[in-house]
């Protein structure tokens, strides 16, 4: 009979140790290991290092800068108040935490954290003159030991996806305890002279953190020169008569220039005359011209500026000459007189 009784007693013991709670005294750290069952396994006010091998456990550090690792199973960790260092290893876990903690990458679920926010900031660059690229920085103002995601998509300003840019969405990941991230925007660089444009790139469906400064613009500075278009122009002078010239190719000169012009003279007559010039008349940064010239009787004044966008000129010529005719001199003026002229091709 008291054999039996033994027997009943040793079977219970089995069946209560499939779920232990495990504690250590208080007056020293201790290291705690749990059972291939179901273990709670808490710790001291020291700093303790608790392992809950496998089964699903529940680990408490309680106070004390303590180290948790849960092992195989699906696992509770909690730290307690210190700088805890927390590992999950496999399955599906579960842990509290704090600022001070530090959390392996494996912890699928981490409660009590606080989110940083996340923030991208404005960007300017020369647009160039092709492809190139415009990049966006994310940056976290700490390292988090989470994982942290978040979606972007780009938007048109004053610049137009398709011709200045490409429109780009996606995804940044942070991996844990990284700070910073880009995201870079593909720019459609020419060489058309036009004013600064701009695009911006948001932020939006943050993951383990929240947004700060969700919106950040991209500038794309002009940096091509207004040039003349090259090629033969052709246009009038104002008081009667025509004037031609052409271009060079690389914008900087003006050659082969003729124009016919209408001059009152002394004694009372009129004078039409065409002047010729055969060398280069340079086209300055700004695309203004400027130019005097002299020969035997005669001073010319030219002068213009062409628009910015390189097609058409205007500006003002005088000329002054003194010739005889006839057994008369004349001296005669042109006076200052407007001319214009449009790109012929």
Request: glycine share 14%; aromatic share 4%; with cysteine.
């Amino acid at each position: 009979m008291n054999r039996s009784r033994v027997k009943a007693s040793m079977a219970l013991g089995a069946g209560l140790a499939a779920v232990a709670t495990i504690a250590a005294a208080s007056a020293v750290a201790a290291n705690i290991s749990g059972t291939a069952k179901n273990d709670t396994l808490k710790g001291t006010a020291k700093a303790d290092k608790l392992y809950g091998l496998a089964g699903n456990d529940k680990l408490s550090g309680l106070a004390g800068n303590d180290y948790l690792n849960g092992g195989a199973g699906n696992d509770a960790l909690s730290g307690g108040p210190g700088a805890d260092t927390i590992v999950c290893g496999a399955g599906v876990d579960t842990v509290l935490a704090d600022a001070a903690d530090k959390i392996a990458a494996d912890c699928e679920n981490v409660k009590g954290l606080p989110k940083p926010a996340l923030s991208v900031a404005d960007v300017s660059q020369a647009e160039g003159n092709g492809p190139s690229s415009l990049t966006f920085t994310v940056s976290l103002p700490k390292a988090t030991p989470l994982k942290v995601t978040v979606s972007y998509t780009t938007a048109d300003g004053t610049a137009t996806a398709g011709s200045d840019y490409t429109a780009t969405t996606g995804q940044l990941a942070f991996a844990p305890g990284e700070t910073s991230k880009t995201i870079a925007v593909p720019i459609l660089g020419d060489t058309v002279v036009e004013p600064d444009e701009t695009l911006s790139l948001s932020l939006s469906n943050p993951v383990n953190a929240v947004l700060g400064r969700a919106t950040a613009t991209g500038t794309l500075t002009n940096d091509d020169v207004p040039k003349a278009k090259a090629g033969h122009w052709h246009g009038v002078v104002n008081n009667g008569g025509s004037i031609d010239f052409n271009v060079a190719s690389d914008g900087s000169g003006m050659t082969n220039m003729t124009f016919t012009f209408t001059a009152d003279c002394v004694p009372s007559a009129k004078l039409t005359d065409t002047i010729t010039y055969g060398g280069t008349l340079p086209i300055n940064p700004d695309l203004s011209i400027t130019a005097n010239g002299s020969g035997p009787g005669f001073t010319v004044t030219f002068g213009g500026r062409f628009a910015p966008d390189g097609a058409s000129v205007a500006g003002t010529l005088s000329v002054h000459l003194a010739l005889d005719d006839g057994g008369t001199h004349y001296v005669c003026d042109a006076g200052n007189t407007g001319w214009s002229a449009s790109f012929q091709g």
